[in-house]
T-cell receptor, first 114, second 108 residues
Framework: EAGVAQSPRYKIIEKRQSVAFWCNPI?????LYWYQQILGQGPKLLIQ????????DSQLPKDRFSAERLKGVDSTLKIQPAKLEDSAVYLC????????????FGDGTRLSIL | GIQVEQSPPDLILQEGANSTLRCNFS?????LQWFHQNPWGQLINLFY???GTKQNGRLSATTVATERYSLLYISSSQTTDSGVYFC??????????FGKGNQVVVIP
């Protein structure tokens, strides 16, 4: 079974530029999550989708972050414009549904803002 | 949200030694996962353990849900065990709350 796929693996941009990350969950997984992991901390949930609908985006900085999962499969997370404090690893995870099923994580995208 | 406290924050082990990592939760969680984050940043699932004890090779985990804590045991540690260990509890719509992690270094 293929795992959660993410791209790119690394990204370096200057502040105020925009960036997008892509995630393809495990086949058949209805629930998709985006997390932000700042150096030295545990991952923090940004947004959770169930199929193509948003379940929880309470911690997403909506003035600069946006995410979509239009067809209920793969998802894109965008930052525009980027700030220095957005430097982090962005992790995507999926689970079969949101009834307390284990989450499986992709390898992440390491974002550096100059 | 739920607060997760992990101890000890840092641990240095001689290869072959045993260790115990602890995770405390501020409130009840629906389920609990342990992860190992390797030096390349990959989060590897170790255990999905809402209660009871599970074993996988040299690793085992115990969760006592009524007392809101979980333990991860590493026996006969190897250098490949180095990395950061995270526990995370799920609540609400399967939202995970992570601790700050246990940084483990195993020296040969």
């Amino acid at each position: 079974e293929a795992g959660v796929a993410q791209s790119p693996r690394y990204k370096i941009i200057e502040k105020r530029q925009s960036v997008a990350f892509w995630c393809n969950p495990i086949s058949g997984h209805a629930t998709l999550y985006w997390y932000q992991q700042i150096l030295g901390q545990g991952p923090k949930l940004l947004i959770q989708f169930q199929n193509n609908g948003v379940v929880d985006d309470s911690q997403l900085p909506k003035d600069r972050f946006s995410a979509e999962r239009l067809k209920g499969v793969d998802s894109t997370l965008k930052i525009q414009p980027a700030k220095l404090e957005d430097s982090a690893v962005y992790l995507c995870a999926s689970s079969s549904d949101y009834s307390n099923q284990p989450q499986h994580f992709g390898d992440g995208t390491r974002l550096s803002i100059l | 949200g739920i607060q997760v406290e992990q101890s000890p924050p840092d641990l240095i082990l001689q290869e072959g030694a045993n260790s115990t990592l602890r995770c405390n939760f501020s409130d009840s969680v629906n389920n609990l996962q342990w992860f190992h984050q390797n030096p390349w940043g990959q989060l590897i699932n170790l255990f999905y353990i809402p209660s009871g004890t599970k074993q996988n090779g040299r690793l085992s985990a115990t969760t006592v849900a009524t007392e809101r804590y979980s333990l991860l045991y590493i026996s006969s540690s190897q250098t490949t065990d180095s990395g950061v260990y995270f526990c995370a509890g799920s609540y609400g719509n399967n939202r995970l709350a992570f601790g700050k992690g246990n940084q483990v270094v195993v020296i040969p």
